[in-house]
T-cell receptor, first 116, second 116 residues
Framework: AQKVTQAQTEISVVEKEDVTLDCVYE???????LFWYKQPPSGELVFLIR??????QNEISGRYSWNFQKSTSSFNFTITASQVVDSAVYFC?????????????FGKGTLLTVNP | GAVVSQHPSRVICKSGTSVKIECRSL??????MFWYRQFPKKSLMLMAT?????????EQGVEKDKFLINHASLTLSTLTVTSAHPEDSSFYIC????????????FGPGTRLTVL
């Protein structure tokens, strides 16, 4: 069975600090997809990134970057120079089996609070 | 990008009544839609997978007769909470799979149900 662990329940930083959100997954699948979503207080899930298991290249998008390490089954997310608007719950999620079952398994989420 | 809407966004009802929540894919056809439930400060829990033209597949522990799901068209799935009770109060989120983008799930904005 797949499992996604986000060990950090809550993180609080001061604006402009860098922050890394950890995500560790467990699976026996060789083909899978990993995702990060942002959930602001409004509740709507915002898609941030999808990464497939064959692509270990790190990704950077503006202040956001992702570090995928298959060797440690981790898919960590870093926000550089954090801003108050980054305050939200961030979920790491997993789809296994080549995505054929399409079911997303979510981690428990990390509440990020960025203070001015 | 693909857009998924949910209606209503908020609903308050009396105990014992039934509530219907609609999930629509606005600019794509969704052969599969998913219904999630989220308690405060908790992660998303998959309730059921809804396939167009067939019966929904419920996750373990989810009562089929309590949460009726209908996916009558490629753009609409409905979740009916029957004989609602206060413990059914929650945030319900749907997602729709775009068959063109295989593993991509697009999320609706969610419906906050409060049962008095």
């Amino acid at each position: 069975a797949q499992k996604v662990t986000q060990a950090q329940t809550e993180i609080s930083v001061v604006e402009k600090e860098d922050v890394t959100l950890d995500c560790v997954y467990e699976t026996r699948d060789t083909t899978y997809y990993l995702f990060w979503y942002k959930q602001p207080p409004s509740g709507e899930l915002v898609f941030l990134i999808r990464r497939n298991s064959f692509d270990e290249q790190n990704e950077i998008s503006g202040r956001y970057s992702w570090n995928f390490q298959k060797s440690t089954s981790s898919f960590n997310f870093t926000i550089t120079a954090s801003q108050v608007v980054d305050s939200a719950v961030y979920f790491c999620a997993f789809v296994g089996g080549g995505g054929s079952n399409y079911k997303l398994t979510f981690g428990k989420g990390t509440l990020l609070t960025v203070n001015p | 990008g693909a857009v998924v809407s949910q209606h209503p966004s908020r609903v308050i009802c009396k105990s014992g009544t039934s509530v219907k929540i609609e999930c629509r894919s606005l600019d794509f056809q969704a052969t599969t839609m998913f219904w999630y439930r989220q308690f405060p400060k908790k992660s998303l829990m998959l309730m059921a997978t809804s396939n167009e033209g067939s019966k929904a597949t419920y996750e373990q522990g989810v009562e089929k007769d309590k949460f009726l799901i209908n996916h009558a068209s490629l753009t609409l799935s409905t979740l009916t909470v029957t004989s609602a009770h206060p413990e059914d109060s929650s945030f319900y989120i749907c997602s729709a799979r775009d068959h063109r983008t295989y593993n991509e799930q697009f999320f609706g904005p969610g419906t906050r149900l409060t049962v008095l």
